[in-house]
């Protein structure tokens, strides 16, 4: 190694941010092994590179002691103060052992070892790069799929979208431009393993974000989001601002800015849902598009009985539940819906209960008075000595 070999480490070190000093320490410690390897050497060594020339030197080490027992490892006092009066037990000695033909051996083991801290390196900046992005959306490109998992090109690095993390009819075509949800950066020995969504909830979210200003700038705020990827989705928005329609805002003139979401999630149906610090009211609005009648709190229990019209129960309900179930999860609410005459015929049925057991009470005999009466009736007929007896025994 020569000049050359230390400029090209400082190169490395401006663009890859590689310490130099830190790979040069890297290179010296893979170098003993080297020369162990290759020269069949049980010393103790130290290799030293010159910051300045690039030139290499080997150094055996051993420790002064009074009477040698390892010749590899130790030399004897009289001996090292033969080279030096001024050693001491227990300090180490050196000498140069740097052999002639250690110069290959030295420059094929400092490529692999600075190949593999580049490797490191950029698996490294990768991985903190993307790191720094969980929880948020990135673009990529359809690079292929394997297995029914589709993975995105993200420029350095590649990404796995799952199965289970793909929207339920959604196609994927070599060389198209997606829109996917960071999940989660593992380190692996193979580099960053990148995991990522679009059936998450959060992706819903931050498009909102980037689509809608208001939001982006904190005066419309997002309450809550549940999603059943790729059918139907409800969020809720609030803002402080009275002058803010945080409804409208995320909708946008003639719809657009919604429709730009439903577009990017294949056609997804997305509600917007005013929020209220009201649970009633929330309830009630979470059921959007049916129309409610009354809405019961039941705190407690955190459970809501909501009573719609007759002809609005099956739009409050939704298709296989689906209206009520999103409702349930947007608001954190357990929802109970009927319709009026549901709840009409629930109430007269209770009322004809508590009536029955009313007259039921009212008409049944006094059992404790006629017991009485009838004990004391018998008690009066028995004679004296009898009444004595039937004493004693109570």
């Known amino acids: 190694m020569n000049a050359e070999f230390i400029e090209a480490l400082k190169d490395l070190e401006k663009e890859k941010g590689i310490n130099m000093d830190v790979l040069i320490e890297a290179i010296e410690a893979a170098l003993i092994s080297a020369y162990k390897k290759n020269f069949g050497s049980a010393q103790n060594v130290r290799v030293e590179i010159d910051r300045t020339n690039g030139d290499i030197h080997v150094y055996f080490r051993k420790t002064v002691v009074e009477d040698v027992e390892d010749e590899c490892l130790q030399i004897s006092l009289a001996n090292a103060q033969a080279y030096d009066p001024d050693f001491e ?99 692996t020995t193979k580099g960053p393993q990148i995991m990522v969504s679009r059936t998450h909830p959060g992706l819903l979210k931050r498009l909102f974000e980037m689509e809608v200003p208001e939001i982006h700038d904190g005066t419309v705020e997002i309450k809550s989001v549940v999603r059943e990827p790729g059918r139907r989705s409800k969020i809720a928005v609030y803002s402080k601002n009275e002058n803010v329609d945080p409804v409208g805002s995320c909708v946008g003139s003639r719809g657009m800015r919604v429709q730009s979401i439903v577009n990017e999630l294949a056609g997804e149906k997305i509600e917007i849902i005013r929020w209220d610090p009201n649970p009633m009211v929330f309830v009630s609005n979470a059921l959007a598009p049916a129309k409610v009648v009354s809405v019961d709190i039941y705190d407690d229990e955190k459970f809501a009985q909501v009573v719609v019209p007759d002809f609005q129960l099956s739009l409050a309900i939704g298709k296989e539940g689906q209206n009520a179930r999103l409702a349930a999860r947007l608001t954190g609410w357990k929802i109970d819906i009927k319709s009026e005459s549901q709840m009409a015929a629930l109430s007269s049925a209770e009322s004809m209960d508590e009536d029955e057991s009313e007259d039921t009470l009212k008409d049944a005999p006094d059992w404790e008075e006629e017991a009485q009466a009838e004990f004391y009736t018998d008690a009066d007929d028995l004679e004296e000595s009898d009444k004595e007896a039937l004493g004693e025994e109570i």
Not at 125 to 133: H, I, L, R, S
Request: glycine share 6%.
């Open 89 to 187: 037990l227990g300090d180490i000695f050196e000498s140069e052992v740097t052999p002639r033909s250690f110069g290959r051996i030295a420059a094929q083991t400092a490529k692999h070892v600075v190949v593999q801290r580049i490797w490191e390196a950029e698996r490294n900046m990768v991985y903190e790069q993307f790191a720094n992005k969980k929880d948020d959306i990135i673009n990529g490109t359809v690079l292929r799929q394997e297995n029914r998992n589709v993975f995105i090109d993200l420029g350095k690095s590649e990404a796995l979208l799952a199965q289970s993390e793909q929207i339920p009819g959604e196609s994927y075509f070599q060389g198209d431009r997606i829109k996917v949800y960071l999940l989660e950066v593992k380190k």
